[in-house]
């Protein structure tokens, strides 16, 4: 029994154990679901906390940046209320404060700012609550020693409140003051300069704004202009240039070309124009800036004509800088130089000179230039090959308004023909000189020798003629001394007899005085006619000049007889003193020589004496002619005539034996004295004939002649 109660239990107890078992494995699966319910929520619920503690840390990182960038802002920052009472101040702002912020906190701008800038401040302030919206300002405050400008912008913070937030914008007032000088400046730039300046609409093609060149050059004012239409003012052959023009600025590019426009007045002129987009009051336009060109354009057409002789020259012509480095060089003088097109820029002017030329052109032909502007002379180039040749060079330098050189140019010629043609014509014009000379000195030879032999031959005809009379009276004179005395005796007879007849006639013809003066008047008589037969003698000594053969003459005969025929010219006149002539004669034997060219050889240097003695003479000195003569080398002759006259000159001394030089005046001397005297005495006779002279110290003129030939 107690077996079967008790296997009752164990069966009540295995089913309670099952029941149990069953409601545990129930409740176990509903734990574990509000388990991983329960975990979703705290996983959930972890998240949450994360998030908020993220935000709330992001919130607490903002806070701190806001607060940072709040404390670092250079802008001034202030919270005021409605009646302009300061109630927060960024602190980073103090330095641009009107007054430190410890002394604005808590009051209103009247009781800090000027009042007519406080009723400003507050009538912006309220403006700003009534309408809810942010109001922007500017002003200035004297912070310091600057007026500083602010830009302010007030907005709503709450209903009484606002916050004024203020920048210092004096750096941008400095700008767009300097922007509205250099607008003025443009302006007047615009207004003032001397190209033409138009502003044109990229649609219509019109122009909106031009400054007065433009207008001017056009002949129109503003307000026509404005009218106009691109085929009123441009030319028709440039239309499409203008299509061109207004197409390459809507593009956005550049523009440049030449074309031509007309005047009001219809006349054409030739232009220069660039052209860039430009943003005109807010809209994109054409700015062109037209030049007149017209002038350069006549210069460039001269300069083509130049520039086209340049070419066709022969000559060599080139430009260099003032360094002397070449620019331009001619196709002659490519040509010539052996220098291509492509080099004509790339060499140094020195590499032409030849080298023997350098120095010349260092020390001489460049300071010329540079001191007078201009240099021209005869010089030698050098070519590329090597050769050498001499040129007719000029070379300029061209200056500007300043005196400062800006470019040098050279012309050249060369003249190895022109040279070997010179050369040529020199030699024929020195042998033609020396043919005329020889004609010329010849010609006054033959007119000398045949004035000489005409005179020789008249003078001996005079002497003889005058010879006889003169000779029939003086040995008559004789006989008549003879005669005068016979008479004289008788009539000193008759005296003693007192005859009347007598002693009248006596007393008549002061017989007295005719017995004394009569032996006188025959002896003047007997002198004078000696006087006439020395005369004669030296005449016909002299007027041997016609002889053709040497003879043995007496060389002191020849000079004395030459003195006796100048001696009216050696003797004293009113305003000359006598010529004193000192004769200094050695022993001579008898000389070979035509004695008629020697007497002329004498008769000149003796008249060239007298004539320099009465052009003047030394200081406190007679004038005087000293003829010495005296044998030197046992076979020479030497006579030396010498005067105490003013001398001459080196330069006139080396020229006296020249034909046709005198120092006489014209009509007075032929030229040729001289120079026939020395052909006589070194030719004719194989002698010499020298010249010594001095200035102020006389001339002595020295004759050396063989004593034979």
């Known amino acids: 029994m107690n077996n079967a109660v008790f296997e009752q239990e164990i069966a009540l107890l295995r089913q309670q154990n099952a029941e149990l078992q069953q409601q545990l494995a129930q409740s176990t699966s509903e734990y574990s679901k509000r388990i991983i319910q329960l975990e979703q929520e705290l996983q959930a619920t972890q998240q949450l906390l994360q998030s908020n503690y993220q935000t709330e840390l992001a919130l607490k990182t903002s806070e701190a940046e806001l607060l940072t960038l709040f404390n670092a802002i250079q802008d001034v920052i202030i919270v005021v209320d409605s009646e302009?009472?300061?109630?927060?101040?960024?602190?980073?702002?103090?330095?641009?404060?009107?007054?430190?912020?410890?002394?604005?906190?808590?009051?209103?701008?009247?009781?800090?700012?000027?009042?007519?800038?406080?009723?400003?401040?507050?009538?912006?302030?309220?403006?700003?609550?009534?309408?809810?919206?942010?109001?922007?300002?500017?002003?200035?405050?004297?912070?310091?020693?600057?007026?500083?400008?602010?830009?302010?912008?007030?907005?709503?913070?709450?209903?009484?409140?606002?916050?004024?937030?203020?920048?210092?914008?004096?750096?941008?007032?400095?700008?767009?003051?300097?922007?509205?000088?250099?607008?003025?400046?443009?302006?007047?730039?615009?207004?003032?300069?001397?190209?033409?300046?138009?502003?044109?609409?990229?649609?219509?093609?019109?122009?909106?704004?031009?400054?007065?060149?433009?207008?001017?050059?056009?002949?129109?004012?503003?307000?026509?202009?404005?009218?106009?239409?691109?085929?009123?003012?441009?030319?028709?052959?440039?239309?499409?240039?203008?299509?061109?023009?207004?197409?390459?600025?809507?593009?956005?590019?550049?523009?440049?070309?030449?074309?031509?426009?007309?005047?009001?007045?219809?006349?054409?002129?030739?232009?220069?124009?660039?052209?860039?987009?430009?943003?005109?009051?807010?809209?994109?336009?054409?700015?062109?800036?037209?030049?007149?060109?017209?002038?350069?354009?006549?210069?460039?057409?001269e300069q083509r004509r130049l520039l086209a002789i340049l070419e066709a020259t022969t000559d060599i012509i080139g430009i260099a800088d003032v360094n002397g480095n070449n620019r331009y060089l001619n196709q002659a003088g490519q040509k010539i130089l052996g220098i291509s097109p492509s080099e004509t820029d790339k060499f140094h002017i020195s590499e032409l000179v030849e080298p023997s030329m350098l120095e010349t052109l260092q020390t001489q032909s460049l300071p010329t230039l540079l001191d007078k502007g201009v240099w021209s002379g005869e010089s030698r180039l050098r070519s590329r090959s090597g050769e050498e040749f001499p040129v007719s060079q000029v070379m300029i330098a061209h200056k500007n308004e300043q005196g400062e050189i800006e470019f040098l140019s050279m012309i050249a010629r060369d003249i190895r023909d022109r040279q070997q043609i010179e050369a040529q014509l020199r030699q024929q014009a020195k042998d033609l000189a020396q043919t005329l000379e020889e004609l010329q000195r010849t010609q006054a030879q033959m007119i000398q020798a045949e004035k000489m032999s005409s005179?020789?031959?008249?003078?001996?005809?005079?002497?003889?003629?005058?010879?006889?009379?003169?000779?029939?009276?003086?040995?008559?004179?004789?006989?008549?001394?003879?005669?005068?005395?016979?008479?004289?005796?008788?009539?000193?007879?008759?005296?003693?007899?007192?005859?009347?007849?007598?002693?009248?006639?006596?007393?008549?013809?002061?017989?007295?005085?005719?017995?004394?003066?009569?032996?006188?008047?025959?002896?003047?008589?007997?002198?004078?006619?000696?006087?006439?037969?020395?005369?004669?003698?030296?005449?016909?000594?002299?007027?041997?000049?016609?002889?053709?053969?040497?003879?043995?003459?007496?060389?002191?005969?020849?000079?004395?007889?030459?003195?006796?025929?100048?001696?009216?010219?050696?003797?004293?006149?009113?305003?000359?003193?006598?010529?004193?002539?000192?004769?200094?004669?050695?022993?001579?034997?008898?000389?070979?020589?035509?004695?008629?060219?020697?007497?002329?050889?004498?008769?000149?240097?003796?008249?060239?004496?007298?004539?320099?003695?009465?052009?003047?003479?030394?200081k406190d000195e007679l004038p005087t002619i000293t003829i010495r003569t005296s044998v030197i080398n046992s076979g020479w002759v030497k006579i030396a005539i010498a005067d105490n006259g003013m001398g001459m000159s080196e330069q006139i001394k080396t020229q006296i034996f020249n034909p046709f030089f005198t120092t006489k005046p014209v009509g007075k001397g032929t030229g040729m004295g001289m120079s026939i005297s020395y052909q006589i005495i070194t030719e004719k006779h194989g002698g010499k004939l020298e010249c010594y002279s001095q200035p102020e110290k006389g001339t002595e003129f020295v004759i050396t002649i063989p004593i034979r030939q």
């Open 84 to 301: 302009g009472r300061y109630l927060k101040i960024a602190p980073s702002c103090a330095p641009s404060l009107y007054k430190p912020p410890t002394e604005l906190i808590g009051k209103t701008t009247h009781e800090v700012l000027p009042t007519d800038l406080a009723d400003y401040f507050v009538e912006c302030i309220q403006k700003v609550l009534k309408t809810q919206k942010t109001a922007k300002i500017e002003y200035s405050l004297p912070i310091g020693d600057q007026e500083i400008w602010f830009e302010g912008n007030v907005s709503v913070m709450d209903e009484n409140k606002v916050v004024w937030v203020a920048r210092d914008i004096s750096d941008r007032k400095q700008v767009e003051a300097a922007l509205r000088q250099q607008e003025v400046q443009y302006r007047s730039i615009f207004e003032t300069v001397s190209d033409g300046i138009s502003v044109v609409d990229l649609n219509t093609g019109k122009i909106v704004a031009a400054n007065p060149a433009f207008c001017q050059m056009h002949g129109y004012s503003q307000a026509e202009l404005f009218q106009l239409s691109p085929p009123d003012f441009v030319h028709p052959d440039s239309l499409h240039k203008f299509g061109e023009f207004i197409n390459s600025i809507k593009m956005g590019d550049e523009f440049h070309t030449q074309g031509v426009d007309i005047r009001k007045d219809g006349t054409c002129f030739d232009i220069d124009v660039t052209g860039k987009l430009l943003n005109y009051n807010g809209k994109p336009y054409a700015l062109s800036v037209v030049r007149d060109i017209s002038q350069r354009k006549q210069v460039e057409q």
């Open 455 to 618: 005179l020789g031959q008249l003078v001996a005809g005079v002497a003889h003629e005058i010879n006889n009379p003169v000779n029939f009276i003086h040995g008559n004179l004789t006989h008549l001394e003879e005669h005068t005395q016979d008479l004289l005796q008788v009539i000193n007879l008759c005296q003693p007899m007192n005859l009347p007849e007598f002693q009248n006639l006596s007393e008549e013809i002061d017989l007295d005085y005719i017995q004394q003066d009569l032996p006188k008047i025959l002896h003047s008589m007997k002198i004078g006619t000696q006087r006439i037969r020395q005369i004669v003698l030296s005449l016909r000594t002299f007027s041997r000049m016609d002889e053709a053969e040497f003879k043995e003459v007496d060389i002191h005969e020849g000079i004395d007889s030459t003195l006796m025929i100048l001696q009216h010219r050696l003797k004293q006149k009113p305003e000359f003193p006598e010529i004193q002539v000192i004769r200094d004669y050695a022993s001579l034997p008898l000389v070979e020589c035509y004695a008629g060219q020697l007497n002329q050889v004498l008769m000149n240097i003796l008249t060239n004496a007298i004539d320099a003695l009465e052009m003047g003479m030394g």
